[in-house]
């Protein structure tokens, strides 16, 4: 185990200590969250009023029938998508990738999940105002090239099998799934 390993599982172990807080009337059900990226992830019971540390990492998102969270985490040079049980336990890997990924988002029947990740760069020419046209003549003979990462949308099956790429818009970001699609941000 290395240093920063070490210290890792012992701010994950520490994040399953369990709060009392006041329940709020009228709901129910449970809500995921993170402190910061990469930071503590949470789980609330909002009838209870409890409140119990998961683990560490990133946009976690409740699946379906509330028994998992599926999150990433970088881990090294690589990302992964993990899965852990609503109750703190069984933490499992379901996909490592060399690229960034984020925002997971479960299908409405919990089989798949769907995220973002960088699947290229974008290259372009920088005119100002946030403004940028393609790297062709005349452009190139006038403006800096801006190369940025391209992000895409991809699916998993629930236990990180079955990987397929989303034709999407460029840029795609933030998938969320319903029983009629999955709708994304892009430019």
């Not at 409405?108 to 372009?124: A, E, L, M, N, W």
Request: glycine share 12%; proline share 6%.
């Amino acid at each position: 185990i290395q240093p920063g390993q070490a210290a890792a599982r012992t701010e994950r172990a520490a994040a399953r200590t369990t709060l009392n807080l006041q329940p709020v009337p009228d709901l129910t059900g449970e809500l995921v969250f993170q402190v910061r990226s990469g930071g503590q992830l949470y789980i609330y019971d909002l009838a209870r009023g409890t409140l119990a540390g998961l683990t560490t990492g990133a946009d976690p998102a409740l699946s379906p029938d509330g028994r998992t969270v599926v999150f990433w985490r970088a881990d090294g040079g690589s990302h992964s998508l993990y899965l852990i049980d609503s109750d703190g336990g069984n933490e499992r890997r379901i996909l490592t990738r060399s690229e960034a990924m984020r925002s997971p988002a479960w299908s409405p029947d919990g089989s798949r999940i769907v995220f973002s990740h960088i699947s290229g760069q974008r290259k372009c020419r920088d005119v100002g105002y946030n403004i940028c046209m393609p790297d062709v003549f005349p452009y190139n003979l006038m403006f800096p090239l801006k190369v940025a990462d391209a992000w895409g949308l991809a699916r998993v099956g629930r236990e990180g099998g079955n990987y397929q790429d989303i034709a999407a818009v460029p840029d795609a970001i933030s998938p969320d799934w319903s029983d009629r699609g999955i709708l994304y941000g892009g430019t």
